[in-house]
């Protein structure tokens, strides 16, 4: 089964910019796949997603600032997440849209004001 490990989330001011990764243990070739968050209190929602053709797709609140992107050779999905607001501070996972995959621990990101 396919593991997932996310990375990349730290502190950062608000307006800046971080880069997450989520590396899976076996291929992602032929899969769409999306980026998750969960802040404190709050249930986990679906930010961004990637088909297998890189067609992607984002909610509203991340349209314009965050880019989704894939290297398939490295079994790799990217989030580019640039102008970082304070509501952005959460727990960030990656798995398929219907959550195929056990989830991976996350990675943390903390927007400061």
């Known amino acids: 089964q396919v593991q997932l490990v996310e990375s990349g989330g730290g502190l950062v001011q608000a307006g800046g910019s971080l880069r997450l990764s989520c590396a899976a243990s076996?291929?992602?070739?032929?899969?769409?796949m999306g980026w998750f968050r969960q802040a404190p209190g709050k249930p986990r929602e679906l930010v961004a997603t990637?088909?297998?053709?890189?067609?992607?797709n984002y909610v509203d609140s991340v349209k314009g600032r965050f880019t989704i992107s894939r290297d398939n050779a490295k079994n790799t999905v990217y989030l580019q997440m640039n102008s970082l607001k304070p509501e952005d501070t959460a727990v960030y996972y990656c798995?398929?849209?219907?959550?195929?995959?056990?989830w991976g621990q996350g990675t943390q990101v903390t927007v400061s004001s």
């Open positions: 990637i088909t297998r053709l890189d067609n992607t």
């Open positions: 076996g291929s992602i070739f032929s899969i769409n």
């Open positions: 798995n398929t849209p219907h959550n195929w995959y056990p």
